[in-house]
């Protein structure tokens, strides 16, 4: 293989690596955008719920609610995290 195939082969290999990179950005952010809407609503409604009936709850039930909130807090964070990380070369 000479110099200029060579060249052109790298080329080639660097096109396709940015081209990868670029559907692992996507699909990063595809991923993000889909679970956000689920784990906000999980939120809201382990609040409402709290707000709403938190007086007559006994403590195993807030405890579980507890834990709710927890899981979709550390998903959140889990999902910010994946945003935030960078495409490793």
Do not use: W
């Amino acid at each position: 293989m000479n110099d200029a195939e060579l060249r052109d082969q790298v080329a080639q290999l660097a096109g396709e690596l940015a081209a990868a990179r670029a559907q692992m950005a996507h699909l990063r952010f595809m991923v993000s955008h889909e679970l956000r809407a689920p784990l906000r609503h999980i939120g809201a409604f382990v609040q409402v719920i709290e707000e709403d009936h938190g007086e007559t709850l006994d403590a195993a039930v807030r405890g579980h609610l507890k834990t709710i909130q927890d899981a979709a807090s550390k998903a959140m964070q889990v999902l910010d995290g994946l945003l935030a990380g960078p495409v490793k070369p």
